[in-house]
């Protein structure tokens, strides 16, 4: 996340360091790392609602069922058939798995809409196809560019890379300079931290 300011506090509980950062506008975050590589396993957003209710968490990294893992159970359920997207970020890329899409890799086309500032992904074949926001470079208004996107397919699974520009890539590493000075318990259960 790239928005200056909020403030944050830490606990480590189940394996993870988790950071919850409030912004005075409303906006709040929740980022979950991993405790020895600090990759970050979900990150979730929501903003106050204008009615004064509380607003949806919104899963931008990671999978919406740990999300929802805290009892908003669904009722109904897509098939396993269907392909499923989950963002999974490495250290150079922004990147999205498509599990569940058998078709070979030359079926696949992958553009950059400039007007809207998203990944497009189709198919040839006319069976698959999806608009990909990147709320991080939206955030920094930064534009997306075709060069940067690259794919790969392999065991039903279609693997989408954005390379990360220079300046997200600062970004992140003064976030994670500054996770570093934030003070957590080392034994596992709920122990607060706030920063430094």
């Keep these: 996340m790239y928005k200056p300011g909020g403030k ?9 360091k988790k950071v919850h950062t409030a912004w005075e506008d409303g906006f709040e975050q929740v980022e ?30 990671g999978e919406a069922n740990e999300a929802n893992a805290q009892g908003e159970g669904l009722t109904i359920s897509a098939s396993s058939d ?15 798995r498509v599990r569940n899409i058998p078709y070979p890799l030359e079926v696949y086309q992958i553009t950059v809409d400039e007007n ?10 006319k069976k698959w196809f999806k608009r990909i926001s990147v709320p991080d470079m939206d955030r ?26 220079a300046s997200i890539l600062e970004a992140e590493a003064a976030r994670r300079q500054e996770r570093a000075t934030m003070k957590c318990g080392a034994n596992e259960g709920d122990i607060d931290c706030k920063q430094q």
Excluded: C
């Design 82 to 96: 269907q392909p499923i997207m989950v963002r999974r970020d490495t250290k150079e890329n922004f990147q999205w």
């Design 8 to 16: 944050s506090t830490a606990i480590i509980s189940e394996g993870r």
């Design 140 to 165: 920094m208004h930064l534009k997306l560019v075709q060069s940067n996107v690259s794919f790969t397919h392999a065991n039903r699974t279609l693997v989408i890379s954005y390379a990360k520009p």
């Design 32 to 61: 979950e790392y991993d405790l020895t590589t600090d990759q970050l396993l979900l990150r979730k957003v929501r903003q106050e609602a204008p009615t004064g209710r509380e607003a949806k968490w919104v899963v931008e990294v």
């Design 116 to 125: 809207a500032n998203q990944i497009i992904v189709r198919t040839s074949n």
